[in-house]
């Protein structure tokens, strides 16, 4: 409806059900304001009072939630025990998290199944890991593969970081490395329940800092391989195996 309540004070106002898909709420006072069943598709937040509202049955897509502030927002039914969230986005999900079996099984599922896959991306390296996620496939696997030909920033760290949360365990082709090591970094302290498997190949050295990652116990050995033919015959009793014994002790506790 794109409505310009800019500034609007809507504290405790009862927008239920109320279309706000690209309305402007920047700078507004929406705190304990009802907002259950609303469309908020590319709606304006920015600098906007938050604090309270309930939010069962959104449609949040595309929000600008700048400088907004998010306190205590209501996810339940007024009928159901109140659970409180402090970010609009994902008070859908953590919804159907709590009370939707499917979604907990496909996070299981999932959770279970993928192996993210890390290194470069010239010409000779990717068909590397694209040969690696053919045969992961075969094992019924479900490989992600991320390009960090581009410099790493800030937003491909994160995306690596959530990414290595929803795996059974990480492949590393540490050949010829670049922005792999910064994510290393980011992943390997702070995610012992994650085998990481790195790969190198024979005529190649490892990266000088990678030496400080063979102390976490969830690291494995490198596993060196001769060519791309030498990799994929091996791959499942020197790669897969290796990572998934490790990933199932580690679910185990030890």
Known sequence: ME????????????????????????????S?????????????????????CRIYGISAWGLKLQNAKQEDLIITRPDEPTITVDNLEVAQFIYL????????????TITSKVVLILGRFTQQRKAVLDAIRG?????????????????????????????????????ADITDARSIPQ???RIVPHLASV???PLLQLSADEYGLFEDLRSYPWVLEIYRYKDLDDLLKSLEGKVIAPAEAKATQLGQGG
């Not at 094992?139 to 920033?153: G, I, T």
């Open 195 to 197: 085998p990481v498997q």
């Open 97 to 108: 998290l709590l009370y939707n079996d499917k979604i907990r099984y496909i996070i299981d």
């Open 135 to 171: 045969e992961l496939r075969k094992h019924n696997y479900l490989p992600v593969l991320f390009d960090f030909e581009k410099p790493a920033s800030r937003n491909t760290t994160e995306t690596v970081s959530t990414l290595a949360h929803m795996a059974r365990f990480v492949i």
């Open 183 to 185: 994510e290393l970094e």
């Open 32 to 52: 304990r304001a009802n907002l259950m069943n609303a469309h908020l598709v590319e709606t304006n937040f920015e600098n906007t009072a938050l604090m309270g």
């Open 3 to 30: 409505a310009d309540l800019s500034g609007a004070n809507l504290s405790r106002a009862n927008l239920m059900e109320a279309d706000l898909s690209r309305a402007n709420l920047s700078r507004a006072n929406l």
